[in-house]
């Protein structure tokens, strides 16, 4: 049975069907509403260390780099963070061009930085990766035996001090890899598969600085930082096709200390994701259109702690505020605040989910022992218009969801509440209008 406690000023169906609205003042500041369990004022004043990078300086065309979109740079920028690496550090300057490359990795002490123009690309054709192409294959066998995904196209293990700056842009190419996806497949039963490298995937690393760059068709995730202590990401610009297969934005996690603010995302997954864990977690001001929301999981196992959201905007997303999660990958979530949302035509403004399901592993079992937990989220000052569902609450049996609080929240809405093993979710001033036919119609992804 489920427990829906303090339910002000809402419940009758045909006032929410009427539209009453409520007007809910800003919030302030980011303590606690009175009667919350939730505290984030860890997460608010949450300062990462910077990275420090030595005042040297390197030009990737003293190393042979040439920007004019065909020739292959991958040995200029390896020699050329080899020379930092020797020197003890600094940055390294892409100029405006084309810089073709395959992958390479970075070291400590290193700012790659990439000047207005600028433009480090993967190869537009599997040809360019050495790879033979999919449509002569004839069995998945077949591509195991003779296929390797490539490495991202920027990668770095074990680091510190390392920032990725400038007005440039790191350009995936992946439009070649999404024909041959899990999606595609999916779409044509028997179609060959290609597993999709990322485009730049930081593990490990203390003090890592992401800011002012364009990242931009990545084969499936755009910007991977794991197991990072002091994160800063700040005015990045994230773009990929509505439609294109998991090509999440940002996904941090594990990471402590983490700053996220005044990003520009339009993708077609998750536009900023926590996954495994987090703690002392600060995304603000961001704007995101297409994609899967401001999100936690599906992985939650090292679980997630001290998260605040807050002065975000979304139009035209699949999804707002998602937290998600499942048996076998899963761990607890806990002390997270979503305040000062901004939402239109979103299809699902608030979804939180236990029982999650993920299309590409839909067998999937992991560990019997990491069984998700979710309690302790505060949702406040949120308005969402021309939605299609206004809010999906979906715990386990042996898991239910708890400790949820809607403060300050007006949603209108095709559809209205849907609640399945949930105990002490709390309504105050809280407004749903359910009107059928308030939503636009949602594009196809196929």
């Keep these: 049975m489920n427990r829906v406690t303090r339910l002000l000023p809402v419940l009758s169906l045909l006032a929410l069907a009427a539209g009453c609205a409520t007007t809910a003042p800003q919030p302030t500041a980011a303590t606690p509403a009175p009667g919350a369990a939730v505290d984030v004022t860890t997460a608010e004043h949450v300062q990462p260390a910077l990275p420090v990078i030595p005042n040297r300086t390197f030009q990737l065309a003293e190393f042979g780099g040439v920007g004019d979109g065909q020739t292959l740079n991958t040995d200029a920028f390896k020699k050329a963070i080899a020379a930092v690496e020797a020197a003890g550090g600094g940055h390294l300057v892409v100029p405006a061009g084309r810089f073709r490359t395959l992958p390479f990795t970075l070291c400590s002490n290193l700012d790659l930085h990439l000047d207005a123009g600028a433009v480090i690309e993967a190869p537009d054709s599997f040809a360019g990766y050495g790879l033979p192409d999919p449509a002569t294959l004839t069995s998945q066998e077949e591509v195991a035996e003779k296929v390797k995904t ?44 290609y597993r999709r490298p990322m485009l730049v995937v930081i593990s490990g690393c203390q003090r890592l600085l992401v800011s002012d760059i364009t990242l931009t068709n990545s084969p499936m995730f755009h910007l991977v930082p794991r197991d990072i202590t002091d994160l800063t990401i700040e005015r990045v610009r994230v773009r990929a096709p509505f439609n294109a297969p998991n090509t999440d934005a940002i996904d941090p996690g594990p990471v402590t200390n983490a700053f996220i603010r005044d990003c520009d ?83 699902y403004p608030i979804l ?95």
């Design 150 to 193: 490539p490495a991202p196209l920027i990668t770095g293990h074990n680091l510190h001090d390392v920032s990725l700056t400038g007005p440039g842009t790191i350009d995936g190419h992946g439009a070649i890899w999404w024909a041959w996806s899990e999606r595609a497949e999916h779409r044509q039963h028997g179609r060959i598969v």
């Design 265 to 347: 995302i339009d993708t077609g997954d998750d536009d900023i994701v926590i996954k495994s864990g987090g703690t002392n977690v600060l995304i603000e001001d961001c704007t995101i259109k297409h994609g899967h929301g401001i999100s936690i999981g599906s992985g939650t196992t090292v679980g997630i702690h001290n998260m605040l959201v807050r002065h975000c905007t979304f139009d035209g997303a699949d999804d707002g505020i998602r937290i998600k999660s499942m048996r076998g990958a899963g761990g607890p979530v806990e002390n997270v605040r979503y305040t000062d949302i901004q939402m239109h035509a979103v299809e």
């Design 352 to 446: 939180l989910d236990l029982n999650y399901v993920d299309s590409n592993r839909p067998n999937f079992k992991g560990d019997p022992t990491k069984i998700p937990s979710m309690k302790n989220v505060l949702i406040d000052h949120v308005t969402a218009t021309a939605s299609t569902n206004a809010l999906k609450i979906t715990g386990l049996p042996e898991s239910r969801i708890t400790g949820i609080t809607l403060r300050d929240v007006t949603i209108t809405a095709d559809k209205g509440i849907t609640m399945n093993e949930a105990d002490d979710i709390n309504f105050d001033h809280v407004t749903i209008s359910v009107q059928p036919g308030i939503a636009p119609p949602r594009q196809s992804e196929n």
